[in-house]
């Protein structure tokens, strides 16, 4: 059971992740539970099987080769054959070219191929790693999984020993999310977007088949703007009729921010008008207000899970197990007990605004800081303890937008993901691989401060403009609205002035953290006792474990979350406490 201390009555039994692990022959996995042996390797499976005629499971006598996810574009494989084609021109594509294969390939995958004869495999994720994947690779000895748990619970069924990664955890404690392949495991590395490895007895072997890249080209901001639109709207057809295949309605995520909302309307727009949007918030907060408005207005069902019963805040293991440790505990708020509530089998993919905001405009508001070198310190959630990181990080990178979106983006906001897909598929528009080629190859001057965000729901989706902003403090987000966003912008800036001199945490806010624990007794003596029996693990360095300390009694909610969160994976990975969970 979660360890709630008696609060989580709706838990039931043990949580069982939906995944996969496969591994080399010479590896017992039955502490898994029932498996397959492939003759040269074995495989554990508890999967969603959302899109069945879309995963790829062919063993013969030489191969075997696995695909969990959807693929968007098959017919680029099989001409205009039948499904009972996919596989085996799956199988011939990848054999033939693996790089082009990948690339060619539209969707969420992540899967392996195995080569009986050499006894090779090649593993591999899609080109954003909306479904992750990691391994661990040691001679003949290979594993390969979704989830850090599964990989560490056949470790430890097979008496191998692993380190814990230092570095891993003071990612965590600065960024809130890991800057490269890093995993709480020194031996358990995390593959990243866009790439594949290819593991034989002398090592694993790293392919890079895409990586995001600012590429500006010369264009006008009307031209702009049409290839923005053509190539969302594009996005949003492949990820809607993926569900109208499978005879699937539509869940879409709604709040009160643009991101969310653009994929709602412009689906509507397109006739996906048979969608249940879902929404999660403090109650009365604008997310609350406003989200239900939209809902209401285009007609689509409504499911609202207010946060204010904090239960979510407990949460501290079952989150650090869900998402590998990859992003900080309680990053996804109540989102996960929400998907808890939702029948999911009349919906195939959870339809979410994630990098929106980056994708359509910038991190930066400054094009020197946007596409300058890459530098540590920015984007960040603590800078208390002041790590430095090796250089060698920020050189995969061109420029620092690069380095923001396939770290921030790419490796810390959609971990989420990771937590979804035990219960549903989920992907955004704003991610599909066409869309990121699109919006980085348009000049920054029309991306920075929203201006063509802004300007393409003006022309192309008024309707969508008359509706409160969450980051305009609720003002509609239109031009003849910016004096009142400036007007409110100024309340809200004095507002937090007054609250800072009083010490008083925000109360408006969709997840106010620290008033909530501040208000809350039961979730203080919680966490604080989480983290009393915990910080004295011998797992951690003891200059670490220092620095948790400060952290933790001197910081933020959010920095004390940071500090939970590297508790947990210790507790979780090191201290046999998946046993409890």
């Known amino acids: 059971m979660c360890r709630m201390d008696g609060r989580d009555e709706d838990m039931g ?49 030489g191969t075997v080769c696995f695909m969990d996810g959807y693929v968007y574009n098959k017919e680029a494989f099989t001409g205009q054959g039948a499904d009972v084609q996919w596989q085996q021109s799956f199988v011939r594509s990848l054999q033939c ?62 008496g191998i020993p692993y380190q814990f990664d230092e570095t891993a955890a003071k990612y965590m404690l600065s960024y809130g999310y890991m800057l490269d392949d890093s995993t709480y495991v020194k031996e358990i590395r995390r593959l990243l977007p866009g790439c594949y490895v290819t593991i034989t007895g002398d090592g694993a072997d790293i392919t890079q088949y895409y990586k995001l890249r600012c590429h500006e080209q010369a264009m006008t901001e009307d031209e702009a703007l049409l290839k923005l639109d053509s190539a969302f709207r594009q996005a949003v057809a492949r990820e809607f009729e993926k569900d109208k295949e499978y005879g699937y309605k539509h869940l879409v995520d709604l709040s009160a921010g643009l991101d969310s909302r653009m994929v709602c309307w412009v689906a509507h727009d397109m006739g996906y008008t ?44 079952e989150m650090t197990l869900k998402n590998n440790g990859a992003a900080i505990c309680h990053g996804m708020t109540g989102g996960n007990r929400m998907l808890r509530c939702v029948n999911m089998e009349q919906y195939g ?31 960040t959630y603590s800078t208390k303890l002041g790590y430095t990181f090796d250089e060698k990080v920020l050189a995969q990178h061109e420029t620092q937008e690069a380095f923001a979106m396939n770290t921030r983006g790419l490796l810390g906001m959609q971990v ?11 992907t955004s528009p704003f991610a599909d691989v066409d869309m990121l080629e699109t919006a980085f190859s348009i000049p920054y001057e029309y991306r920075v ?5 802004l300007r393409w729901i003006a022309e192309k989706y008024p309707g969508a ?35 800072r001199l009083l010490h008083k945490a925000d109360p408006d806010s969709m997840n106010p953290m620290d008033y909530w624990y501040g208000r809350d ?55 046999g406490g998946m046993a409890e969970v």
């Open 416 to 426: 989420s993901y990771m937590t979804r897909q035990n219960y549903i598929e989920c």
């Open 13 to 61: 039994e043990k949580i069982a992740l939906r995944g996969w692990l496969a591994a080399s022959r010479n590896m017992k996995i039955t502490c898994l539970g029932e498996y397959m042996d492939l003759d040269g390797c074995v495989q554990y499976g508890n999967l969603l099987n959302k899109f069945p005629k879309d995963r790829v499971f062919v063993h013969d006598g």
């Open 274 to 317: 048979e969608q249940t949007n879902l929404s999660y918030s403090k109650l009365g907060y604008r997310d609350d207000i406003i989200s239900g408005k939209i809902a209401t207005h285009l007609g689509h069902e409504y499911l609202f899970r207010a946060l204010d019963d904090v239960r979510w805040m407990y949460d501290v293991d």
């Open 449 to 453: 401060d929203d201006k063509l965000y």
């Open 97 to 158: 070219d693996a790089k082009e294969h990948f690339r060619k390939l539209r969707g969420a995958f992540c899967g392996y191929f195995y080569n009986k004869e050499t006894g090779h495999v090649t593993a591999y994720t899609d080109h954003v790693s909306n479904k992750a994947l990691y391994y661990y690779a040691d001679g003949d000895r290979w594993i390969l999984s979704n989830y850090v748990d599964f990989i560490v619970r056949v470790l430890r069924a097979n």
């Open 349 to 379: 993919i959870e339809h979410t605004g994630i990098i929106g905001g980056p994708t359509m405009a910038s991190y930066y508001k400054d094009r020197a800081v946007a596409y300058g070198k890459p530098r540590y310190g920015l984007n």
């Open 465 to 499: 403009a008359e509706f409160g902003w969450e980051k305009w403090g609720g003002v509609k987000p239109k031009k003849s609205h910016i004096f009142f966003r400036k007007v409110k912008t100024t309340q809200r800036l004095c507002s937090a002035h007054v609250r």
């Open 521 to 575: 007794a039961k979730v203080r003596v919680y966490l604080d006792g989480m983290y009393e029996e915990r910080i004295g693990s011998a797992v951690l360095p003891k200059e670490l474990a220092k620095d948790m300390r400060n952290l933790y009694e001197g910081g933020s909610f959010i920095e004390k979350s940071l500090v939970l969160t590297v508790l947990s994976a210790v507790h979780l990975y090191f201290e």
